[in-house]
């Protein structure tokens, strides 16, 4: 007698937890009508940023063709007239970039960023392989402060050699004064 | 024998040996800056410090500069030692500029290697970095200097190993700068090699700055053929094109180093301007096309009388494979023999000294630098072959004494003995050398001829007066001398001086000498060319054919008579009359414009091959690269062409001996591999020297030395030239190389060309103040064939009554007509600035 009064209890409950549920306001929502912001860190299509300064960061250093594991980024370096080290051109095959966001932690100079824009799809093939122009953006993405050639000591337009960052003037080669 | 102990594991060395060697032997790699094996050790970066356990002394000491003992027991491992080099790796970092995202040497960089295995990832030095300014040293070398750490490799492989020294040490202490003195272009030719010894980024290979990283790069074992040296490299490839060629450590040739003109020779591979599609009466066409039309106009020519009207010519920058395709494919098709120089007397010089080359008295490069007296007959070492200077150089250093017997105005990095005279005196005056210098008891063991010979020589008396007091002295030296040398050139000389220059070495081994000699011939593969060459056949008798109007149709193999044969005017009269010109090359010579049928073939680096240097060392290569366009012109300076493809666009081109095989026959024509073998093969009937070089087509690395198979070479020449005629008031014009700008390959390399420099006439001091000219002063010479103007450059360390006239590009040397040509003093005018 007691099993049966517990049973009918806990069906009615949940038949009135139910029925309360319908009169709720969905929580589920509905993509693509609302699109959720991501968190700044979560990992999607790669951006190259600038600096500050509104320069390009990325030296073409090839440290993140060398640490991708899917080898989707290509590039091509090359000297600007002021000594600037920059990618005459960059590619990234986004068939084959699996997002796993090593490129970016390679990057010396914070060039290279994953942004959570995920939404890249293409039916096109060819037209997931980004080049430079598709991949330079005209902020800073996530680093705002950072230029690499503050700190660098090679000459450029931002600096001569002895002005970067914590840097002596240059030495007088023709002294023998210590 | 010292034995020790490093680690836990025993080895025996020899003794001198450095514990930092001995190490190496078993396989441990001590941290090091400033050692080098070329160069030795100085203990100035304190990074290969180990601890010493037992034995003569104990505690941390550097490896470099102790040498191996019995019961020493060494550690490398110990904390306190780990400790110590975690340190000074931290003291070397302090002014570092951190800027290895934007250095060349990042990768491979020894700093980088150091650093991370050193275990210092962390800055924790706040203070601010010293800093220095960089200096321009030419078009192939980047300087930045804050990243210097003082290890001293540059300045010490720069003076003492190079003999250069305008490059060097400066300031004092904390702020010791690397450079020159004023900014400018490096003098040394060597000074490549800064780039491969420098532990860091202060030098780093400028034609290739910001190309790309070490990791990246497909690299392979290759040979430099911009001289007869036959130097071993690496060459690096990337994206479809050669970006780097380095120096590769070899025992028996070159060493640590290459020259310049061999590390930057190669640009000719990816020119733009490379011709890649065969070209049939100006259009393009296909290879299938082109061999066609090649084959219907041998058609012309096939019956028997015929086929004597085509002549086929190769060139000694021909690898192994096509030099005997060419000579196979005249002789199977009954052509006229081929053509592998400029004139008879080459071949005459080039087969004599072949056959010269015994065993026991051939000498590699290496061992030239174990010689204690080197007389070098007719040859310029820092132009022809530049590593052959650096070789001499260090024979030097260790006390050898260099004697140069040349008419040019030699420059050599050391001191030596220059006794500039004409090309027929400097015979005469080595031959007195050597009859002042032998003991006259030793030479009663001669036998009949070397007695002869012996008797035949001058003797101090016959020669000039000036030059006896420097004769004499020499042969003092040269009769202490226990390992003496020939160097002989085989260009510039008479025809028989390549067999004097072994005539006089047999004689000093006759009186006890264990003598050496070494040859230096044109062309990387002018050995094997002066082997295949029929005696008498030369570029010059294909010209006479071509006039008489026997040879109707010529086909040339990566061959440019443009660039050496010494009369342009009758070369290009003799190309019209023509009714072919077949031209295979990978370079867009100017012979390549005027060809009937251009057919393209391949480089060195996309075929491989073998090739022979100038003492017989038989040396293979493996391709590099797969060959094609680079990407650089395909993408036109932007990303590469977005359109997907199998095939690489612009490999349509072949090797030579591939193309040429087709000429041969109807069959189908044989695989690359199989027509490999059956060139091997047909070359072991040619000369059973040849047998050995199949293995060497699989790269052994030292090669394999090719000696001619026993033969009964002609010893002791009786008739020799005994010079010093005057030439009645007239110059002998001789055109020379220099070091860059006058070989073919290399003068492809922009970055050479500054190096080229402008060309310049030498004269002798003395004619120069009979015709009242100065040094700087723009003159005219009249040649055979018109007048040529350049700058004239008065010396008096040349031989008198000669004009040297370099083969200049810019030059119109090839007015000369002949090789040997006289110019009277008249003929040289004064021109107005």
Known sequence: MNDAVEAVKALAIGFATTFKHLFRKPITEEYPEYKRPLPARSRARIILTRDPDGAERCVACYLCSAVCPVSCISMQSAENEDGRRYAQWFRINFARCIYCGLCEEACPTSAIQLTPEFENCENDILALVYEKKNLLVDHQGKDKEYNYYKYAGVATEVGKKGEHVKEERPVNIKSNLP | ?833
Request: proline share 5%.
């Open chain 2, 1 to 833: 024998m010292p034995t020790i102990i490093i680690d836990d594991r025993e080895i025996e060395v020899a003794p001198g040996t450095k514990v930092i060697e001995a190490a190496e032997q078993l396989g441990i790699m001590i941290p090091r800056f400033c050692y080098h094996p070329a160069l030795g050790s100085v203990g100035a970066c304190r990074v290969c410090a180990v601890k010493f356990l037992q034995g003569p002394f104990k505690g941390v000491q550097m490896s470099c500069m102790v040498d191996a003992q019995d019961d020493m027991v060494v550690s490398t491992t110990d904390k306190e030692a780990v400790a110590f080099r975690k340190y000074v790796i931290e003291c070397l970092m302090l002014h570092h500029p951190h800027d290895c995202p934007v250095c060349d040497a990042g990768g491979h960089c020894l700093l980088q290697d150091m650093t991370v295995s050193g275990g210092h990832g962390i800055r924790r030095y706040l203070g601010k970095k010293r800093t220095y300014p960089d200096q321009y040293l030419g078009p192939l070398i980047q300087h930045e200097m804050n990243r210097c750490i003082h290890c001293y490799r540059c300045s010490r492989f720069y003076q003492d190993f190079g003999g250069y020294h305008d490059l060097g040490a400066m300031q004092s202490a904390n702020q010791t700068y690397f450079g020159r003195f004023e900014e400018g272009i490096l003098e040394s030719p060597f000074s490549g090699n800064l780039i491969d010894i420098c532990p860091t980024g202060v030098y780093t290979d400028k034609p290739s700055r910001y190309f790309g990283r070490r990791w990246d790069y497909e690299r392979s074992p290759s040979l430099c053929i911009n001289c007869s040296l036959g130097c071993q490299t690496v060459v690096s490839c990337r994206y479809r094109k050669v970006v780097r060629q380095e120096a590769r450590l070899s025992e028996s040739v070159n060493g640590h180093f290459i020259c310049d003109r061999g590390r930057y020779g190669f640009f000719y591979n990816s020119l733009a301007q490379r011709p890649r599609s065969c070209i049939v009466d100006d259009q393009t066409t296909s290879v299938d096309q082109a061999l066609a039309a090649v084959k219907q106009k041998l058609e012309t020519f096939a019956d028997k009388d015929r086929a004597q009207a085509v002549a086929c010519a190769g060139s000694t920058r021909n690898s192994l494979e096509t030099l005997a395709m060419v000579k196979h494919v005249c002789q199977t098709n009954r052509w006229q023999p081929p053509a592998y120089f400029e004139d008879a007397a080459a071949t005459y010089k080039l087969k004599s000294a072949i056959s010269r080359l015994e065993p026991d008295l051939t000498v590699s490069l290496r061992e030239i630098e174990s010689a204690d007296f080197i007389a070098v007959l007719g040859a310029d070492p820092l132009n022809e072959a530049p590593m052959l200077a650096l070789a001499l150089r260090q024979a030097q250093r260790k006390g050898a004494t260099v004697a140069v017997f040349d008419p040019r105005p030699i420059f050599l990095p050391f001191e030596f003995k220059h006794l500039p005279a004409n090309l027929d005196m400097i015979q005469t005056d080595l031959g007195a050398l050597l009859n002042a210098a032998l003991e006259p008891a030793a030479l009663k063991k001669l036998d009949g001829s070397a007695r002869e010979f012996y008797a035949s020589l001058a003797t101090v008396k016959q020669i000039s007066a000036a030059r006896q007091a420097e004769i004499v002295a020499l042969a003092e030296l040269l009769k202490a001398s226990q390992r003496p040398i020939i160097v002989c050139g085989t260009e510039m000389v008479r025809r028989q001086t390549p067999a004097l220059a072994a005539d006089y070495a047999l004689l000093m081994q006759a009186a006890g000498k264990s003598v050496g000699l070494f040859y230096v011939m044109p062309g990387a593969n002018g050995f094997a060319a002066g082997l295949l060459a029929d005696e008498d056949v030369s570029v010059e008798t294909l010209i006479a054919g071509i006039e008489k109007g026997s040879i109707k149709m010529l086909i040339l193999v990566e061959s440019n008579p443009l660039w050496q044969f010494p009369d342009r005017h009758r070369l290009e009269q003799a190309l019209q009359q023509l009714e072919v010109l077949v031209v295979m090359d990978y370079i867009n010579s100017e012979v390549a414009q005027k060809a009937d049928i251009f057919l393209p073939t391949t480089t060195l680096y996309e075929t491989g091959g073998v090739y022979v240097n100038q003492e017989g060392r038989a040396q293979g290569v493996k391709p590099a690269y797969q060959g094609g366009i680079p990407i650089a012109q395909t993408g036109h300076g932007d990303h590469p062409p977005r359109v997907y493809g199998t095939e690489i666009p612009g490999a349509e081109p072949q090797a030579a001996w591939q193309l040429l095989a087709h000429l041969i026959g109807t069959g189908q024509p044989l695989t690359a591999e199989d027509l490999r073998a059956e060139i091997w093969q047909w070359l072991a009937k040619i000369d059973s020297g040849f047998k050995a070089l199949p293995c060497v087509a699989d790269i052994q690395p030292q090669g394999a030395r090719f000696f001619q198979a026993p033969h009964a070479a002609e010893r002791f020449l009786r008739e020799r030239p005994i010079g010093g005629a005057d030439n009645d008031g007239q110059l002998e014009v001789m055109a020379v190389e220099m070091t860059f700008g006058t070989e073919e390959l290399s003068a492809d390399s922009a970055c050479l060309k500054a190096l080229a420099g402008s060309p310049v006439i030498f004269m002798y001091s003395s004619d120069a103040k009979q015709l009242n000219l100065t040094d700087g002063d723009r003159v005219s010479v009249e040649l055979n064939g018109g007048a040529v103007e350049a700058r004239l450059q008065v010396t008096a360390n040349m031989a008198a009554g000669m004009l040297i006239i370099p083969r200049h590009k810019d030059l119109d040397w090839q007015k000369m007509n002949t090789d040997k040509t006289f110019v009277h003093k008249d003929q040289i005018r004064k021109l107005k600035d």
